[in-house]
C-alpha cells in the first residue's frame, strides 16, 4: 500500500556510547528520565610498579558517583573520589540528538558543566575558594554507523589555585574519544585529551586512555587503561603526570548499575 | 448521449462508493508487550504504529516503529534496540494480511476476526494467522488483538549470561482505532 511507504517518522541515533563516560571523560550520553546510575571506579597504582607491588594492585584510587536523569535530555550526577578527597558535582544537559529519517541531524551535542572541591586536609589549610574548581564542556559526537562512534570534546577547566602556581588558572583543552563495537554487547574504546600548549607545566602529560567495554543487562563494565589516577576532570586533564612510553600506566574499572523509578510495570498479568 | 450518460453513471457510482470509504486508517494505536521475568519485568509502550484496512478486499497492513517501544527502564530500551531488535538495521515490524471475514462498514456490530498473512519482525517473515475482535461503529472500527511473538522464530538472539532474564516467548496486546481514510 502507497500511504504507507511515504514515512514522517524521525529515528533518533540513540547509544553512541554505551555509558554516560567515554573512559574518564564525559560522553554525549545521558541517563534517561528516572533512571539513575551507580558508578563505581577504580584506578590502581602504575604497573610499572612491579611484582613487589603486585603490579600497582596493592594501592588504588576510587570514586562512587551517582548519576539521576530529570529526563531524557536532563542529567545531575554527584561523585566523591578518595584522590584528593574530592567531591564532585555535574550536569549534563542532550542539546541536540543525531537523528535520521524525516529530519536529518548529523550530530549530538551535549552540554557539560561541573563543580568539584577538594576536601583534604592540607598544611597550610587552604580557602574552600582555593580548593575549588571548574569544568565546562562541549560535547560532539557522531554514530557513524553501528559500529562506530566518535566525540569531540573542547574542554575549559578552571582552577582557583593551581598546585604549580606558574600554570594558568583557566586551561583550555580538547578530548577526542572513539568506541567501536567488537560485538553486540562488547566494545574497545580509546579516548585522548589535547590540553593545548604554554597553559601548564612541562612535567604534566596529556591523558591517554583505552577501554574494553563488556555489557550485561542492567551493568556495564569498562576494564581500562589509562595513564592518569585521577577521575574527576581537573586531575586526568591538567595534572596527568605518567607517560605511556615509561610504563606509568594504571589498570582499573567502571562498573555503571542503572536502577529505573519510573512508574512500576503493573505485574497484573 | 448513451455514452455520455453512461460515463456520468459510472462516476456517480464512484462517488457513492468514495463516500462510503473502503479505506480506513489508523488514527490511534497502542502496542504493548509484556513479559515476566525473575528479576525485572519487561514492558513497554508503542503508540506510533501505522495501519490501514481496505474494506472491500479484506486487505489490512500494519507497521510499528520499533525504536518508539517505550521502557521505563531506558537502558533496557537500549538493549532492546541495540541488540536484540536491532531497529537500525530493522527499523519496522509489520504485517501485511488478509482478513478471513467480509467487513461491512455500515453495520455496528462486534465481530471476532482473524486474518493470514507475512508477520515481519527483525526482517524475519512468518505466515500467521492472527485473531482479533473487531468492533464496528459509526463511522470507526476498533481493532483489538493479542498474539505471542516467539522469539526464535524471528532470530532474535539471546546470550546466554540472560537468559534467566528474557522469555522465549513475548505476548503482544494490541488496539487500534480506524477512522476513513481521508486524502
Redesign the interface.
Known amino acids: 500500500m502507497k500511504l504507507m511507504a511515504d514515512s514522517n517518522e524521525v529515528f533518533v541515533r540513540t547509544a553512541t556510547f554505551k555509558a554516560t563516560r567515554i573512559i574518564n571523560g564525559h560522553s554525549v550520553e545521558t541517563v534517561g528520565k528516572n533512571n539513575m546510575d551507580f558508578i563505581i571506579s577504580h584506578r590502581f597504582d602504575r604497573v610499572n610498579r612491579g611484582f613487589e607491588e603486585f603490579f600497582g594492585l596493592d594501592a588504588a584510587t576510587n570514586r562512587l558517583g551517582l548519576e539521576y536523569g530529570i529526563n531524557d535530555r536532563l542529567m545531575l550526577g554527584i561523585g566523591r573520589s578518595s584522590f584528593q578527597k574530592t567531591f564532585d558535582y555535574f550536569a549534563k544537559y542532550k542539546l541536540i540528538r543525531q537523528t535520521s529519517g524525516a529530519s536529518n541531524v548529523p550530530v549530538s551535542v551535549s552540554l557539560l558543566g561541573g563543580y568539584m572541591i577538594r576536601t583534604q586536609n592540607n598544611s597550610p589549610q587552604l580557602s574552600s575558594y582555593d580548593r575549588s574548581n571548574y569544568t565546562a564542556q562541549i560535547l560532539i559526537a557522531r554514530k557513524f554507523s553501528e559500529a562506530f562512534s566518535l566525540q569531540l570534546s573542547p574542554t575549559l577547566i578552571h582552577r582557583n589555585r593551581p598546585d604549580i602556581f606558574t600554570d594558568n588558572k583557566s586551561v583550555f583543552a580538547t578530548g577526542i574519544g572513539g568506541r567501536m563495537k567488537l560485538t553486540k554487547r562488547t566494545s574497545i574504546n580509546g579516548e585522548y585529551n589535547y590540553v593545548l600548549p604554554n597553559q601548564i607545566d612541562d612535567s604534566y602529560t596529556n591523558n591517554l586512555s583505552f577501554s574494553f567495554d563488556l555489557e550485561t543487562g542492567g551493568h556495564v563494565f569498562q576494564l581500562l587503561f589509562t595513564n592518569s589516577f585521577g577521575m574527576t576532570e581537573r586531575q586526568f586533564i591538567t595534572e596527568t603526570n605518567g607517560s605511556w612510553g615509561s610504563g606509568d600506566i594504571h589498570f582499573g574499572f567502571n562498573i555503571s548499575r542503572t536502577f529505573s523509578f519510573g512508574e512500576k510495570s503493573k505485574s497484573n498479568q | 448521449m448513451k455514452r455520455c450518460i453512461l460515463v456520468m453513471a459510472f462516476f456517480m457510482t464512484l462517488n457513492t462508493a468514495m463516500s462510503q470509504s473502503i ?1 480506513y ?1 489508523a488514527t490511534k494505536s497502542e502496542f504493548s508487550f ?1 513479559s ?1 521475568a525473575p ?5 513497554a509502550k508503542n503508540t ?1 504504529a ?1 495501519s ?1 484496512i ?1 474494506t472491500s478486499n479484506r ?1 489490512i ?1 500494519v ?1 510499528i ?1 520499533i ?2 517501544f517505550q521502557f ?8 532492546f ?3 536484540y531488535m ?1 531497529s ?2 530493522y ?1 519496522y515490524a509489520t504485517f501485511k494480511g488478509k482478513l478471513n471475514e467480509n467487513i461491512d462498514p455500515g453495520k455496528s456490530g462486534t465481530y471476532t476476526v482473524s486474518a493470514n498473512g507475512v508477520l515481519s519482525i527483525h526482517g524475519v517473515d512468518q505466515n500467521r494467522k492472527l485473531t482479533g475482535k473487531l468492533v464496528v461503529g459509526e463511522n470507526s472500527m476498533e481493532l483489538e488483538t493479542k498474539f505471542d511473538v516467539m522469539l526464535a522464530d524471528h532470530q532474535i538472539e539471546i ?1 546466554k ?2 537468559f534467566k ?1 528474557i522469555a522465549e516467548k513475548i ?1 503482544v496486546n494490541a488496539s487500534l482505532n480506524y477512522s476513513p ?1 481521508k486524502k
Open positions: 479505506l486508517n509484556f515476566k528479576l525485572e519485568n519487561i514492558e506510533r501505522a490501514i481496505n486487505e497492513v507497521r516503529p525504536s518508539q521505563s527502564n531506558k537502558l533496557m530500551q537500549q538493549h534496540n541495540e541488540n536491532e537500525e538495521k527499523p546470550p549470561l540472560v532474564k505476548e481514510f
